[in-house]
T-cell receptor
Framework: AQKITQTQPGMFVQEKEAVTLDCTYD???????LFWYKQPSSGEMIFLIY??????QNATEGRYSLNFQKARKSANLVISASQLGDSAMYFC??????????????FGKGTSLLVTP | DVKVTQSSRYLVKRTGEKVFLECVQD?????MFWYRQDPGLGLRLIYF???????EKGDIPEGYSVSREKKERFSLILESASTNQTSMYLC????????????FGQGTRLTVV
C-alpha cells in the first residue's frame, strides 16, 4: 500500500509568491518522522526540513515550513517568496519503525515545481 | 561533511550480465539504503540495511540482492540484468535515529541493453 501520497505531479508558481506542496501519509505507528527533499535538475537530493510525529510545533527552516496536521495525516510543504532556483522536484518521505530493524525511509512520487518570472 | 559515494555515474551493461553497484559512506552511519528512481514513480526502496550483514527487503527487491560486509559499504547486485532494470539508482545513508535525515550519493544511471 502506498505510504506516502503526493497528489500534485506538477505545480506552477510565480516568483515571489508562496506555494504549498501536498503530502499525505499512512502509518499505524505513533512514532514516525516526515522529511522533504528537493531534487534539482542536477539530480542531487537535498534535505529541506523534518517534522517528528511528537513535535508540537510546525517545523520551519528559512523559507520552508511544514504544515503538519496529524489528525489528517498530512505534512504539506510551504515555500514562501518563491525564487527561480526553487524549480525542482520535491519529495515527501517518511521514516517509520521496521520491526526491530531500525527505520526504513519511504518516498512519495514527487511534485515537479516550476517557478516562473 | 557527510559523503556518500557511488562507484559509477553512468553504466551500460548487457542483458544477462551480473552487475555490481557500489556505495561507500564516510560518516559511520548504521543505516544504508538502495533506491531506484523512475519518472512518475518517485524513489522506490529496493533494500535497506540497518547494520553490517543485516538487510531488509524494500518495496521492489525482485531481481536484486545486496551485500554489506563492512559498515561503510553497501553493494547492490543485479544477478542477471534485464532491460526493465534500466533506471537511476540512488544510495543513501543515515544514522539509526528516526529524526535523522538520509544523505544521498550522486546516483548511478544504469542502462541495460
Amino acid at each position: 500500500a502506498q505510504k506516502i501520497t503526493q497528489t500534485q505531479p506538477g505545480m506552477f508558481v510565480q516568483e515571489k509568491e508562496a506555494v504549498t506542496l501536498d503530502c499525505t501519509y499512512d502509518t499505524s505507528d505513533p512514532s514516525y518522522g516526515l522529511f522533504w527533499y528537493k531534487q534539482p535538475s542536477s539530480g542531487e537530493m537535498i534535505f529541506l526540513i523534518y517534522q517528528g510525529s511528537y513535535d508540537q510545533q510546525n517545523a520551519t527552516e528559512g523559507r520552508y515550513s511544514l504544515n503538519f496536521q496529524k489528525a489528517r495525516k498530512s505534512a504539506n510543504l510551504v515555500i514562501s517568496a518563491s525564487q527561480l532556483g526553487d524549480s525542482a522536484m520535491y519529495f515527501c518521505a517518511m521514516r517509520e519503525p521496521l520491526s526491530n530493524s531500525g527505520y526504513a525511509l519511504n518516498f512519495g512520487k514527487g511534485t515537479s515545481l516550476l517557478v516562473t518570472p | 561533511d557527510v559523503k556518500v559515494t557511488q562507484s559509477s555515474r553512468y553504466l551500460v551493461k548487457r542483458t544477462g550480465e551480473k552487475v555490481f553497484l557500489e556505495c561507500v559512506q564516510d560518516m559511520d552511519h548504521e543505516n544504508m539504503f538502495w533506491y531506484r528512481q523512475d519518472p512518475g514513480l518517485g524513489l522506490r526502496l529496493i533494500y535497506f540495511s540497518y547494520d553490517v550483514k543485516m538487510k531488509e527487503k524494500g518495496d521492489i527487491p525482485e531481481g536484486y540482492s545486496v551485500s554489506r560486509e563492512k559498515k561503510e559499504r553497501f553493494s547492490l547486485i543485479l544477478e542477471s540484468a534485464s532491460t526493465n532494470q534500466t533506471s537511476m539508482y540512488l544510495c543513501a545513508s543515515s544514522l539509526r535515529q528516526i529524526y535523522t535525515e538520509a544523505f544521498f550519493g550522486q546516483g548511478t544511471r544504469l542502462t541495460v541493453v
